[in-house]
Nanobody, 125 residues
Framework: QVQLVESGGGLVQAGGSLRLSCAAS????????MAWFRQAPGKEREFVGG????????YYADSVKDRFAISKDNAKNTAYLQMNSLKPDDTAVYYC??????????????????WGQGTQVTVSS
């Protein structure tokens, strides 16, 4: 059974940083492309950034480019989302997602087969 478990969320002041983790089990992690999405209250789930199965290639939404960074440690079956220069608009529940295959560049919810339960990130002004 595939499981993705996010952690690392919390409350941070604007301008601060957080690192989210996504621990995977039940799959051969190195064979899966990963992504992070977020969902704010009353809004649709939106793409934040993605990674190829090796972690060598990453891509981001314009709203977080140059502030967020994704990494993927296949030896630890864990993906990370480093978030810097956080803004109140970044407040949301953050989800990791996985899909079998290499570089997919998927940016839609339906592009991914497995999802975590989410972790809350709140940025105060």
């Amino acid at each position: 059974q595939v499981q993705l478990v996010e952690s690392g969320g919390g409350l941070v002041q604007a301008g601060g940083s957080l690192r989210l983790s996504c621990a995977a089990s039940g799959l051969t992690f190195s064979n899966y492309a990963m992504a992070w999405f977020r969902q704010a209250p009353g809004k649709e789930r939106e793409f934040v950034g993605g990674s190829s199965h090796t972690g060598a290639t990453t891509y981001y939404a314009d709203s977080v480019k140059d502030r967020f960074a994704i990494s993927k440690d296949n030896a630890k079956n864990t993906a990370y989302l480093q978030m810097n220069s956080l803004k109140p608009d970044d407040t949301a529940v953050y989800y990791c997602a996985a899909v079998f295959g290499g570089l997919r560049r998927g940016v839609r919810v339906r592009d991914y087969d497995y999802w975590g339960q989410g972790t809350q990130v709140t940025v105060s002004s």
